[in-house]
């Protein structure tokens, strides 16, 4: 299920906070998160929500394990059993038919190509098993002892299939013990209906132009090209901000404090200032857990970087314009190391932003045609080889009818709430005044995105298959 | 709140010691010694860390109480028999002490203050939470008990109904995703706020271009038809949308319902100028002379029978304003080089008569087929190529259907088109015809009337007053004896050409190259047929659907 259709925001939510209300104390209220979570999964999974509960069950039980025999050989068993188990997991669910198809197109072999369907959010959870588990051989976290506890952990709705990837230690005490404000209630239902707004309001439509230039990237032209990939940047960042926007609001309904996942990506300076705003949860997951990863020796600062920007293109999906777009990004991150953080600062600003802008957009591009005949199409289009012109009327058309759109676009890019916030944090009075604006516009926004559902048929959020 | 307390407390127990040390009749506490001043900083201290807690107040009063006695007896004590210095210095610490009562009156103020404001976030908050909680309360309650809708009258289609539940269909997935699609796909009174959006909503977006007021809308790309489970209405109440319309509201989940042609060459973009929409014609790119091999093989399985291809172009043909040109391929040409490509088949020219009639209405503004008018000067165009007599049209009783807003809108949901309706003007003989109708086996007859009654229809749907496509309707005409039986191969544009063409032939049967079940030379044979009119648009003769032609003759 996503949570951008009106099934889920008034039926099934609204069920599921009656019961969670309804619930009198955190044991209970967990249970009602557990079973409204299982059915939040099954309801798009019927049969994998068994393999995401094997999988919770075989590394609740590795946790257990390592904190018996912690220091031991135990220890080390079962975090390489458990590790190497989700891997393989992910690795056949969601890369067995890439890995297959290039070796038969490398050695011209004929081996079947497995049919597997893609496990909605198993590349979420895998990771935050990983997390759990290596905290846990670290000694970071204590070890869950209830299954139910860890159960919950796992599958806990909001974050369940598209992120962020919430680590165990972020969430540690509140599994078993939170109080929830009604400030929190409050902040997280605004939390949602913004997001929703941004998924519904903001991303859906620019998906249209985007598709809509992409989508014939042969007959496009070079402004066409540019206002597709820009229009496509955008899109991905309202859908998937939005998306964690509505779980970070959903968890602290719950009483739970999700990190944030987003933090403007789009305001950033250069490129390395972009993947620190863009993604947090999974940067910080490859930081920790990758980049250290001992085994290029003496050169493990440039060759753990590689290794992780590889990660990054891989885990976005099983496609190789997914792995070219890591190592692209990682190129450019690399050579900002290069250049070093001072000199990058007496580059003007100007130019520092051309570039960055320029990387950001033609790294969606590379994002968005899985087919590199297309991309290559992209490429050619937008740097004016491909002969279709500079600008064509079905350009001037569509900008126009989208105009207002876009400018909305752009403005929400910035971060507007923080610096309202700043502005009326000054007073009370106008602090006040300020929340009971928020009410206003958030029940405005929930009322405007119910509305457009009603049209809008089921547009699931672009995460939801990585 | 452990935290919180142990802030609390150490800040008192400061205090404690302070107004101990300061007792009059402690020698100590008098004796010069700085330390009286000490409570001062913890107090600031506390004043800024507390978070007003309701048990803190008694607390907080209590020294500030003890402060204030000791001044009266300070004068009775020891300080007489000081000398000066002590006066000062007991000037000096009264000082203090007002400092200390002064920021302890300003701690307790601001507590009071801090309780206030945090009753008046609390209440906002609940305000917030009323306001969005209320909201979706009221939306759960208005999705679960009021009356659901079954039927999208401008997509024109049956909404999405409870699934059935099957083991089988729950393991799938489909049960539950069923049920969901089942709740968004019939929201309670659908049609209203679906012209909420397009009347209020979508023009938000941005503005017309230019003075012809453009909109361009793509519907190849905005990939609406993933949810849409259900099929077309057209398809079991056999009303006749064409091709390209009715693929793209009903779904890609059922195979079986969908058209060939959605996902054909021609990218299905319509563009709105003057309150006209108009579909994108994308050039045939060499399929026209595919399309010309496939008639050309009917005439040479049936050497006898005279064979005419008739394609129709469509409305950007004619009302495309000259600036947008360049957005469309030529029909035109494509037509032309049909022409050049068909072997001892006639080719009717129906461009040049609907060309110098563009001022009329032959096209409908909000629907992607022809007016009844337009395919009467189709019509016209072809009796000529035949050699039959054509009745001019005030022959025949003239209809107007009012509030005709088409199949485009449907696709583009653009307020242009919904607040510009038509009229619908068709054309019925006076004299009595017999019409049957069968299956697309040419099985189970059934005796119907030429027209569908208009009151029976949607005022989205006025083109399927010409009936069904799924059928071979034969018109039989006892008036006529000129021995010449038509069979018309068509899609739902020929479907108009029936009523005006039938008084020119003593029988035509007209059978939809989709619905098509039986070998059409066999057919052919078996109705005596005397001529054979190839009769559609263009998108139909150079897109998928021309397959059929092919199929048809093979299969």
Known sequence: MVFSRLFFIYIFLPICLLFYALARNVKQKNWVLIIFSLLFYAWGEPVYVFLMMITALINYGAGRMIGRYQGKAGDTIATYFAVIYDFLMLGIFKYSGFIVENINALLS???????????????FYTFQTVSYIIDRHWEDVKPQKSFKNFLLYLTLFPQLVAGPIVRYSTIEKEIEDRKTSITDISYGLNRVALGLSKKVLIANQLSIIADNFLGNIESTTVFGAWFG???????????????????????????????????HPFICKDITEFWQRWHISLSTFFRDYLLYVPIF????????????????????????????????????????????????????IIIRQIYNKIVIIVGFAIFYFEDLGKLGSFFRTAFGFSGNGLIGIQDKISFMNNIYLVILAVVCCFPL?????????KTFFTKSVASLVTTVCSAALLLLTSVMLVDATTNPFLYFRF | MSEINKNNSSPENVEYVGRYEKRPDNPAASSGNPRPLKPLKPLKKAGTTSSASQTEKPRVRKPAENAQGPKPARPAGQTVRRTDAPVGKKKKKSAAEKEAARQRAIKRKQEKRERRHNKITRGIAWVNVAAVGGLLAFGSVYMLFFKHETISQDENRYLAKFPEFTAESYFKGEYTEGIADYYDDTVPNRDTFKKIITNY???????????????????????????????????????????????????????????????????????????????????????????AEYVNEYKEALPKVNVYSLVAPTACSFYTPENYKDLFESEKKDLDSIKRSLKNVTAVDAYTPLLAHKNEDIYSRTDHHWQPLGAYYAAEAFAEAAGVDFDPIDKYQKVTLYGFVGTLYGYTQSAALLNNPEKFIYYKPKNTLKVTQYDSYFQNPT?????????????????????????????????????????????????ALLPVLANSFENIYMCDIRYFNINPVDFAKEVKCTDMLFAMCTYSAVGPNRDYIYNNLHN
């Open chain 1, 109 to 123: 072999s004929d081996i079947p190509v497995p049919d597997i369907k893609l496990p909605i959010g198993i590349s």
């Open chain 1, 229 to 263: 990939a820009i229009a496509y940047a955008m899109q991905i960042y309202f859908d998937f901000s939005g998306y964690s926007d509505i779980a970070i609001g959903l968890g602290r309904v719950f009483g739970f404090h999700f990190d944030e996942n987003f933090n």
């Open chain 1, 297 to 348: 020796g003496k050169r493990r600062k440039y060759g753990g970087l590689f290794l992780v920007w590889l990660c990054t293109g891989i885990w976005h999906g099983a496609s190789w314009n997914f792995i070219l777009w890591g190592v692209y990004y990682g190129i450019f991150v690399f050579l900002e190391m290069k250049i070093g953080k001072k000199n990058m600062k007496k580059i003007p």
């Open chain 1, 417 to 425: 709430i923080e610096w309202v916030k700043k502005l009326t944090d």
């Open chain 2, 201 to 291: 909503i979508t023009p938000l977006k941005g503005r017309k271009f230019g003075d012809d007021e453009v909109e361009l809308h793509g519907i190849a790309f905005e990939k609406k038809d993933t949810q849409t489970t259900t099929a077309a209405v057209t398809t079991t109440s056999g009303t006749g949308t064409a091709v390209e319309t009715t693929a793209a509201e009903t779904t890609t989940t059922l195979p079986s319902a969908v058209d060939p042609a959605v996902d054909g060459e021609m990218a299905n973009n319509i563009l709105i100028a003057n309150n006209r929409g108009i579909m994108i014609y994308g050039g045939a790119w060499g399929n026209e002379k595919e399309y």
């Open chain 2, 447 to 495: 005796e119907v009337e030429l027209f569908l009654k208009p009151t029976t229809l949607d005022t989205s749907s006025y083109y399927m007053v010409f009936g069904s496509d799924e059928r071979i309707a034969h018109v039989n005409n006892p008036s006529c004896k000129n021995g010449r039986n038509l069979v018309i191969f068509k899609d739902s544009y020929g479907n």
